[in-house]
Nanobody, 127 residues
């Protein structure tokens, strides 16, 4: 089992940047494919980005492609989400998620694929 803790959220002006971190404890995070999701007010949880165990493959939602970058440092058991050119509509609670995987270069982009979730971190983008 793995425990996930997100950090790095906050208030930022439109056009600004934030980097979210997701620290994993328990079993080594290199055994897990990782993903980032968000849930805005009154909205369903939305997939943003996913990265394979090895870090060699990543996949993004169209809504964030070219603005957000997912990466991981398995030595630090941490996954990151670099968010640039933020917009007001990016305001949401951001969650990281983990799925144990035997495949080093497979990623997953639906919430039902993930068994472990962090508690979320709030990102607010002001006009």
């Amino acid at each position: 089992q793995v425990q996930l803790v997100e950090s790095g959220g906050g208030l930022v002006q439109a056009g600004g940047s934030l980097r979210l971190s997701c620290a994993a404890s328990g079993r080594t995070s290199s055994s897990y494919a990782m993903g980032w999701f968000r849930q805005g007010p009154g909205k369903e949880r939305e997939f943003l980005a996913t990265i394979s165990r090895s870090g060699g493959r990543a996949y993004y939602a169209d809504s964030v492609k070219g603005r957000f970058t997912i990466s991981r440092d398995n030595a630090k058991n941490t996954v990151y989400l670099q968010m640039n050119s933020l917009k007001a509509e990016d305001t949401a609670v951001y969650y990281c998620a983990a799925r144990r995987s035997i495949y080093s270069d497979t990623y997953y982009y639906t919430s039902s694929d993930y068994a472990y979730w962090g508690q979320g971190t709030q990102v607010t983008v002001s006009f």
